[in-house]
């Protein structure tokens, strides 16, 4: 099939979604409105759990199972990326230079280093009270850590990191959540349900039930998965090389 | 124009599937697809919009004083964003190898299957 046919049948298949799509939102609720059922209810079930922040007790209280799916598709993701950046059989691992790095950019980066990985665990740990919580603080805390690259060079940054820690951890994180859903089960209720424990003070770090365990186990396995992704791309970019002359 | 941030929604998803459509290398492909995400994102928030509304975030806000948006539509957007990069990673992962064991990013160039 030529470019200028493909051109033809895009616009044809583009013009009839369009107008689709422009019939169904022309019926949707008009925007800014003020009913929304399911927000309502979904913010009182999150005050009457003494959770502050709504979104976090969607995420990990309410649709707490949803959110192992979503891990899930993380997790396999990442098992993927893992997989498929290996080092071939026809490839090795040559040692990176150490690279000179300006002076400036080496005395910000390690400045900003330990403020931005404290930032993210931050994020983390209020996710229940504050915006923020496990997805957002970790891929912080992950991205934090590569200012080490930046700062200094790859072997500095292979030294703090050890890859296979990270990887257990992506692993323990996940499994972590799904034993708080099972300790739900053995106490008698449903899976992921969150009447295990107390509910607490509103608007205090122990607040919310169950969903601060979920958010920190989500928090450590985005860190997790952060860091092993960018450490199979840096990999093939720094690390690997293809032999030459076969 | 009260369907106006719907519009941008499904113009941003066209625009995405143009992209993908008449892509000459897998690297813009993949950043097309995330484009088209991106329409998802728009869709869902313009969803959960009210009029004057502040994030349903309730630690220093006294609930009942003020509407809050809908934090349903937030959470799926929230999770999804996380999940969407890590996808594109693994789809840049696909990317590599096929640079690697085919010499081009081109898919108009693959057109025929390796073993």
Redesign the interface.
Known sequence: MNRRMRLCLVALGGAGLAALFTAAFLRLPAFGGDRHPYGDRAVRAALHRHTANTIASVNFDLRAFDTLGETSILFASVLGCVVLLRQARDEHRARPEPADVAPPVRRYALLVLPVAVLTGLYVVAHGQLSPGGGFQGGVVTATALHLLYLGADYHALERVRPLGAYEAGDALAVSAYVVTGLAAVLAGTAFLANTLLPYGTFNTLSSGGTVPLLNAAVGMEVACAVVVLLARFLDQAVEIEEDSGK | M??????VA?WV??AG??GL??SRNLIHAVGCLSVCQAGTYVLLL??????GGT?????DLK?GTR?????????LA??????G???T??L???V??VA?RHGTVDPDELGELRG
């Open positions: 009260d369907v106006l941030p719907y519009l499904g998803f066209l599937c143009y459509a008449t313009a969803v959960g919009y009210r009029d994030a349903p975030v309730f630690s609930p509407p809050v948006v809908d934090p349903v539509v937030q959470a929230l999770t999804d964003v996380v999940v990069a890590t996808v990673a693994l840049l992962a696909l590599v190898q690697k």
